[in-house]
């Protein structure tokens, strides 16, 4: 059950989300915000090749689901049922979830724990495989995790026997075919809050880029999976492509402008296909945090078909 004594966590993405609320408001958009985008499932698709080393007539096809944050009423376990339905009907290779499973804000009528959300997503099937990383609210909700100063968490663990195998700065082969693509996951950026304070500056990851990708026989076809797309200029155009999370889009998305973004790159980084050294997508998400608000962004499961070539196709 949820502690109704604790105060709601104010932060500067609430305050944000809270005028672009009210400013949807002045609009009547509200009802629609709150009620009826949030509720909905679309599928956005890429096609991507990429100049990064990938092997020659091999097409990979990735579902990847982002922020959940499983909570009620907003991201019911019955929603979440129905988000698995649509991901296995996608046709992919493999899926991925790329952080956020707990819920990311107060403003709810009762968590759900890892052990009731777990088991729904373990019923996500591809025929090479389900993988995971593990989101900053994933750990700063674990207090266990947070005294402890590392893993496991609760929610790692929880996916893991739901049989999603969790990518912490590790890496796992795929085979396409005869040609070896290798999977790599990020530990996260935020994950450690400090002692007394939420200043983003202070808090630590549990990321190690380069030793994870050390893990990659050299010169091998890579993908990665992060939850804050702002590692992304770190990321080596050997990497094939990067797939994240964390920003929702901004959630908040009026004329196809987000309002805030919580990234320390601003707008760069916060929604869709991005090419500069390599490739890079940051999906919508599926959940909300700050506050249950959706608008000019809905819930959005992203397929990615990678493939070797010079330009990405429209």
Known sequence: MPDR????????????LGLGTAALAGTGTTAYAVGVEPRRIV????????????????????VALSDLHACEPWMPLGQIA????????????????TGDYVAGMKLVTATI???????????????????????????????????????????????????????????????????????????????????????????????????????????????????????FPKVPPRVALTLAGHTHGGQVRPFGRPIVVPSRFGTRYAYGHVREQTDLVVSGGLGMSGLPVRFGIPPEIVVVELETGNQPEP
Not at 5 to 16: G, H, P, S
Not at 46 to 59: C, D, M, S
Not at 82 to 97: F, P, S
Not at 189 to 206: I, T, Y
């Open 5 to 16: 004594r604790r105060a709601v966590t104010v932060t500067r993405r609430t305050v944000l």
């Open 43 to 62: 599928v956005t698709r890429y096609r991507i090749r990429t100049p990064a080393p990938w092997p020659a007539g091999r097409r990979l096809r990735i």
């Open 82 to 97: 129905e988000i698995v339905a649509v991901a296995n009907g996608l046709g992919g290779d493999v899926i991925v979830l």
């Open 113 to 231: 724990d890892a052990a009731r959300w777990a088991p729904v997503l373990g019923g996500l099937r591809a025929l090479l495989g389900v993988f995971a990383v593990l989101g900053n609210h994933d750990w700063w909700e674990d207090r266990t995790a947070q005294r402890r100063g590392g893993g496991p968490t609760i929610a790692g663990r929880a996916l893991e026997e739901a049989g999603i195998r969790v990518l912490e700065n590790a890496v796992s082969p795929l085979d396409l075919g005869g040609a070896t693509v290798w999977l790599a996951g990020l530990g996260d950026q935020l994950a450690l809050l400090p002692a007394r304070q939420r200043d983003p500056s202070l808090r630590r990851g549990v990321d190690d880029l380069a030793g994870t990708l050390a893990q990659i026989p050299s010169g091998a076809p890579a993908i990665l999976l992060v939850h804050e797309p702002d590692i």
